[in-house]
């Protein structure tokens, strides 16, 4: 784990973060692994969007996708991710600051859902998918042109702000460029009351990527990713309090945040169950 004077410091802030589950697909095992799987067999997809809020601040880590792009890519929504959000009490018009891991079409979809947001993005992730490696499709099949274009009309409002690595954007949650997925992929690290806990993204699609030491197929760099699990592990409190991004794990390892919200929503703050 990464030791300095804010990580040392006896009075940040202690963060409440959820996982809200807002869509799901079918899938194998050798979907998700380069070089495919000898077991193959069911390894289904669960989406997510993540919510980090203390007394001060509300964040919101990604924005899911609609149900348009839902049918296109033959996923199953659930919910939108603003009917998710509401039913944590979040507001997606009043909500101020969004963090966006990197541009693919399940991470940044109804982003014009937020209309009064600050989008935080990687200057790496906007460069890479305005640039030269998008006339590939091996690059480009996980973006929506016409949501990039959105975000770059953001950028013309002042309303995405950029990073190169690693930043504080408040006392307690800092995000951290890692790659390989995308060449802007980025982590966020929450100071929660059981230490620190890293929303993985994509950096991480499942637990057994980063315990194995794996590769998902969809890869820009895939010696980045790899070396990316050592940082993950290095700015959580334990491998426990790393998150993968798309595993349905995550909702049978975390409790639900109440009875009402099972199968849609868990306390990430919470100790995991295994």
Same mark, same amino acid.
Request: aromatic share 10%.
């Given at each position: 784990?990464?030791?300095?004077?804010?990580?040392?410091?006896?009075?940040?802030?202690?963060?409440?973060?959820?996982?809200?589950?807002?869509?799901?697909?079918?899938?194998?095992?050798?979907?998700?692994?380069?070089?495919?799987?000898?077991?193959?067999?069911?390894?289904?997809?669960?989406?997510?969007?993540?919510?980090?809020?203390?007394?001060?601040?509300?964040?919101?880590?990604?924005?899911?996708?609609?149900?348009?792009?839902?049918?296109?890519?033959?996923?199953?929504?659930?919910?939108?991710?603003?009917?998710?959000?509401?039913?944590?009490?979040?507001?997606?018009?009043?909500?101020?600051?969004?963090?966006?891991?990197?541009?693919?079409?399940?991470?940044?979809?109804?982003?014009?859902?937020?209309?009064?947001?600050?989008?935080?993005?990687?200057?790496?992730?906007?460069?890479?998918?305005?640039?030269?490696?998008?006339?590939?499709?091996?690059?480009?099949?996980?973006?929506?042109?016409?949501?990039?274009?959105?975000?770059?009309?953001?950028?013309?409002?002042?309303?995405?702000?950029? #990073?190169?690595?690693?930043?504080? =954007? !408040?006392?307690?949650?800092?995000?951290?460029?890692? /790659?390989?997925?995308?060449?802007? &992929? %980025?982590?966020?690290?929450?100071?929660?009351?059981?230490?620190?806990?890293?929303?993985?993204?994509?950096?991480?699609?499942?637990?057994?990527?980063?315990?194995?030491?794996?590769?998902?197929?969809?890869?820009?760099?895939?010696?980045?990713?790899?070396?990316? #699990?050592?940082?993950?592990?290095? =700015? !959580?409190?334990?491998?426990?309090?790393?998150?993968? /991004?798309?595993?349905?794990?995550? &909702? %049978?390892?975390?409790?639900?945040?109440?009875?009402?919200?099972?199968?849609?929503?868990?306390?990430?703050?919470?100790?995991?169950?295994?």
């Amino acid at each position: 784990m990464i030791t300095d004077h804010a990580t040392a410091a006896n009075d940040l802030p202690e963060y409440e973060v959820f996982a809200v589950r807002y869509a799901t697909r079918d899938a194998l095992r050798k979907n998700h692994f380069i070089g495919g799987d000898p077991h193959d067999g069911p390894m289904p997809m669960d989406y997510f969007v993540w919510v980090v809020r203390s007394p001060e601040h509300t964040f919101v880590v990604d924005t899911g996708f609609d149900a348009e792009v839902a049918a296109k890519r033959g996923r199953t929504l659930l919910r939108t991710p603003a009917q998710g959000l509401a039913l944590l009490g979040v507001d997606v018009n009043q909500v101020k600051d969004v963090i966006i891991t990197h541009l693919h079409y399940d991470h940044v979809g109804t982003f014009d859902s937020f209309p009064i947001a600050q989008f935080h993005l990687q200057d790496d992730e906007m460069a890479y998918a305005t640039g030269r490696h998008m006339r590939h499709k091996q690059f480009n099949h996980g973006y929506e042109v016409d949501e990039v274009i959105g975000m770059v009309r953001m950028v013309y409002k002042d309303r995405v702000s950029f #990073y190169d690595g690693q930043a504080e =954007l !408040a006392p307690g949650l800092t995000i951290h460029r890692i /790659g390989g997925h995308t060449h802007g &992929m %980025q982590c966020v690290r929450v100071h929660t009351r059981r230490g620190w806990v890293v929303l993985a993204s994509d950096t991480s699609h499942y637990y057994e990527h980063f315990e194995k030491k794996r590769a998902f197929t969809t890869m820009f760099n895939v010696a980045e990713a790899v070396d990316g #699990y050592g940082k993950l592990e290095q =700015l !959580a409190a334990s491998p426990k309090h790393i998150v993968p /991004g798309h595993d349905p794990l995550v &909702m %049978q390892r975390y409790p639900a945040v109440s009875k009402a919200l099972e199968g849609i929503a868990v306390s990430l703050h919470a100790d995991a169950s295994n």
